[in-house]
């Protein structure tokens, strides 16, 4: 069974968020995904991918960001909102600003790097020249069991290869 939400609500387009971070949970990469929409239409979509892409800037936010450039033939994207499973970095919340982005909407709170109000401020900062509306904790239950499913997941494959690794390093006895 599906959940329905009003369409083109912060939900319905938060739950496609949650499609796209599947999509990097499916690739090993910490499941992040955003949208970028302008209308009610998708500019620019992404997924977490530095790992796979071996770039550090290569977060769900900043891969939509680059799909929306190309899209609107601009890398300012005024009268759009991008959604989010997760507050945005430093980093991510820097190139929002730049790219004039309107408004930011994130499901879960990172209470260790997030921009947006939980360990830093950078998006509702008065002295940037361009200010974002914010809003926080959108489908927070679904974003949060998604990456704690992912993050224990990973734990327990890192403690398999532990011990499968100390197994398999330990002398063989040979008996006669």
């Known amino acids: 069974m599906s959940i329905q939400f009003p369409i083109y609500s912060d939900e319905y387009w938060l739950h496609y968020a949650l499609q796209l971070a599947e999509r990097a949970y499916q690739q090993g990469e910490v499941p992040v995904g ?24 290569a977060h769900a936010e900043i891969m939509a960001l680059r799909a929306a450039g190309l899209a609107a033939g601009n890398y300012r994207l ?44 950078v998006l509702l900062d008065i002295r940037h020249n361009h200010q974002v509306q914010l809003t926080g904790g959108v489908l927070q239950a679904d974003c949060i069991t998604q990456l704690q499913a992912f993050f224990k997941e990973r734990r327990l494959a890192q403690k398999l290869d532990k011990l499968n690794s100390t197994t398999t390093s330990s002398p063989t006895s040979t008996e006669n």
């Open 34 to 57: 955003a949208v970028l929409v302008r209308d009610n239409q998708i500019l620019g979509e992404g997924w977490n991918q530095s790992i796979s892409q071996h770039d550090a800037t």
């Open 78 to 121: 005024p009268h759009t909102s991008l959604y989010v499973t997760l507050e945005p970095c430093v980093m991510c919340a820097g190139a929002l600003l730049h790219a004039r982005v309107e408004r930011v909407v994130f499901g879960a709170y990172d209470l260790k790097t997030g921009a947006a109000g939980s360990v830093f401020d």
